[in-house]
């Protein structure tokens, strides 16, 4: 059996916190921008390092906030078509 890799939604080292504490980005690294709204489940990281991550915020300067859901990309993929919720 061959694992294929998933389709990264928006690059991401999965590593990197902020104050937030959680890990970010810029909008520009995303595939399709348009994906990237606050309470959506996307794919993200770089490499062999991908989660299924949700969208915290979008910032006007496309500062984005990510937060990660424990569990491999497989146990999530059910969330990924889940609609963003406002908060």
């Known amino acids: 059996m061959t694992m ?43 490499g062999r390092a991908v989660a299924v991550v949700q969208v915290i915020d979008v910032g006007a300067d496309g500062l984005v906030h990510l937060r990660p859901v424990r569990g491999t990309v497989e146990e999530n993929r059910h969330l990924l078509d889940a609609q963003p919720t406002s908060a």
Do not use: C, K, N, S
């Not at 690059?11 to 980005?25: H, R, S």
């Open 4 to 46: 294929t890799e998933p389709h990264i939604d928006i690059l991401v080292d999965l590593q990197t916190e902020d104050e937030t504490g959680l890990p970010w980005t810029f909008l520009e690294d995303a595939a399709d921008p348009t994906l990237i709204l606050p309470g959506r489940y996307v794919i993200g990281g770089a």
